[in-house]
């Protein structure tokens, strides 16, 4: 499945065929049948007998019926097929919703930024909104006269605060570390610190170094193309270079992912502090777009977005976020990351996510987010609150149908009394059982194949 819209056409039910066009079929009928009776009796035999009966009452009945069959069937037939295409139109589009909505948890997070409560400032929720465009800031640690490295001391702040739950997954669940940073020896630090914490496990523990961003891209990647794993630390940093002119404002994220599956499977005992939807990659021109398609998908409840997060990106991608926005019903505030701590750097993508989740946890709704990525940037949605989905229908099970079954039955009918009339012997009417048999086998497989037949146009007509 893809980010298009799902623009299958609901079908309407047809006005059935007026009730007279049967009666006056059946009128027709029955005089015809009387008129014909009448004119072929031979004369001297009494009316009054069962064959004359048959002829003007019971033949009739059995000729109107496959008359008036004949007539409705078409119509019972349309409105079948509109039942199975709405059907499979409803559930392509459950199954699309459930596919978007996949996600991924955030047990916990840390950001260290140049300013303090940079997340709460911003919104307006402490003190006054930090203002840095374009300034390169360092992070100011607690201890800066520590002999440690300065990478490890990040690193702990990073890394402490799920201490306790690491030591419990560490040996015991599948659990990896990310770490992006500039230099691959920074595992060494990483490594030591999580041997304080498990020593006879912590030598296990995968760890890959990535000297590229990391950004929602590596959440897309777990969701899209999986296995999402169970737990994994993504740790990433941008510090100044000794003796060297720094590019960018320093920052540094860490944060606890899990699964939705190892979520679920916790019986409660695992309580995200938000959830990460499946993002939605736009080049700037059809940012609009792709908006328009993650709205219509409804991950979480619109009225929940209140806020818009921006970072690290180029002017237009900023430009095109904002005006995509306002073209949408949504009232959200708008936050420029890089505007409150300064030039952004390779970990900007992440800790946007980090400060959006601080938010989540108070309380100020759903966030939408807008950080770069290779075709543009990448939407995705950060939040709590998850819309509610329907479980997926069972396709509608028709074996038999009102009209169709009268006409076998009034073929079959008509067949045994002409057998009957012409003192046929026994073994045609064993013929004419396997035969009305044979049609209603026909008929109840042609009626549990008919949803298949329309599904799979259903599925021709998907955009992908």
């Known amino acids: 499945m893809k980010w298009l819209p799902l623009d299958i056409a609901e079908l309407k039910h047809k006005e059935a065929p007026s009730i007279w066009f049967g009666v006056a079929a059946s009128f027709a009928i029955y005089v015809a049948t009387f008129v014909l009776t009448i004119l072929i009796w031979k004369q001297g035999e009494p009316v009054i007998c069962a064959g004359f009966f048959v002829r003007v009452l019971l033949l009739p009945a059995l000729f109107s019926a496959g008359v008036i069959s004949l007539i409705y069937l078409p119509h019972e037939l349309s409105q079948q097929h509109v039942q199975y295409w709405n059907s499979a139109r409803t559930r392509m589009h459950t199954i699309w919703r459930c596919w978007a909505q996949q996600r991924v948890a955030i047990l916990g997070s840390v950001a260290l930024t140049p300013e303090k409560d940079v997340a709460e400032r911003m919104l307006g929720l402490e003190g006054s909104a930090p203002a840095n465009a374009n300034k390169m800031l360092p992070i100011v640690l607690d201890d800066p006269e520590s002999s440690e490295p300065r990478v490890a001391r990040i690193v702990q702040q990073l890394v402490e605060p799920f201490a306790s739950r690491l030591s419990k997954i560490i040996g015991k669940r599948e659990f990896s570390v990310i770490v992006q940073s500039e230099r691959k020896e920074d595992v060494d630090h990483v490594r030591a610190l999580l041997r304080t914490l498990n020593p006879r496990e912590a030598d296990y523990v995968k760890i890959v170094w990535s000297e590229k961003p990391l950004d929602i891209g590596l959440v897309d990647k777990w969701i899209t193309e999986g296995p999402t794993p169970d737990y994994c630390l993504v740790l990433a940093w941008q510090l100044h270079?000794?003796?060297?002119?720094?590019?960018?404002?320093?920052?540094?994220?860490?944060?606890?992912?899990?699964?939705?599956?190892?979520?679920?499977?916790?019986?409660?005992?695992?309580?995200?502090?938000?959830?990460?939807?499946?993002?939605?990659?736009?080049a700037n021109d059809t940012v609009f777009d792709k908006l328009k398609i993650l709205l219509e998908a409804r991950q979480v409840p619109t009225e929940r977005i209140k806020h818009l997060w921006l970072t690290h990106l180029p002017g237009s991608g900023k430009h095109a976020a904002i005006s995509a926005l306002k073209d949408t019903e949504l009232e959200v505030a708008v936050h420029d990351v890089d505007a409150a701590i300064g030039v952004p750097g390779p970990v900007n993508a992440l800790l946007a996510q980090v400060l959006a989740t601080r938010m989540v946890q108070h309380g100020q709704g759903t966030h939408l987010l807008a950080t770069p990525h290779e075709d543009g940037l990448m939407l995705n949605l950060v939040g709590k609150s998850l819309a509610p989905i329907a479980p997926v229908a069972d396709r509608p099970r028709i074996f038999v149908s009102v009209w169709t079954t009268i006409a076998i039955c009034s073929v079959v009918g008509v067949i045994v009394l002409w057998l009957i009339m012409s003192n046929a012997s026994m073994g045609w009417f064993v013929g004419a059982l396997a035969f009305f048999i044979v049609l209603m086998g026909l008929e109840v497989l042609y009626n549990l194949l008919d949803p298949l037949v329309v599904e799979d146009e259903v599925l021709k007509s998907l955009p992908w």
């Open 241 to 282: 270079k000794a003796k060297a002119e720094p590019t960018c404002s320093e920052a540094a994220v860490s944060a606890l992912f899990a699964s939705s599956e190892t979520v679920a499977n916790s019986r409660g005992t695992l309580n995200p502090d938000a959830w990460l939807f499946r993002p939605v990659p736009a």
